[in-house]
């Protein structure tokens, strides 16, 4: 079992940066990625940004070039700083990890909104 716990959301106005971080505990060496999904009221969420075991990342294309994900070398806290912020990032955002045996493991979101 992986759990995953995050911090650093809030208040921030348009073109703010906040840095959201997410510690994992439990098995975590059954972790094969890591990543950040949001989900804005009455909408799907989605995945905002992707990082493997090596290092490798995907971001969704309206965060390209804003939001950076990373990975402790612990590989147990994984950080998003996102920059240049706009309203359409108001969103819950929740930190993910996919581990063995294809489980997916989900924290309890932190809340992120943009004033414009």
């Known amino acids: 079992q992986v759990h995953l716990v995050e911090s650093g959301g809030g208040l921030v106005q348009f073109g703010g940066s906040l840095r959201l971080s997410c510690v994992a505990s439990?098995?975590?060496?059954?972790?094969?990625?890591m990543g950040w999904f949001r989900q804005a009221p009455d909408k799907q969420r989605e995945l905002v940004a992707h990082?493997?075991?090596?290092?490798?990342?995907e971001y969704a294309d309206s965060v390209k070039g804003r939001f950076t994900i990373s990975r402790d070398n612990g590989k147990d806290t994984l950080g998003l700083q996102m920059n240049s912020l706009k309203p359409e990032d108001t969103a819950v955002y929740y930190c993910?990890?996919?581990?063995?045996?294809?489980?997916?493991?989900w924290g309890q979101g932190t809340q992120v909104i943009v004033s414009s």
């Open positions: 993910t990890a996919w581990a063995e045996l294809a489980t997916i493991h």
């Open positions: 439990g098995n975590i060496h059954s972790i094969t990625a």
């Open positions: 990082i493997t075991t090596n290092d490798r990342t």
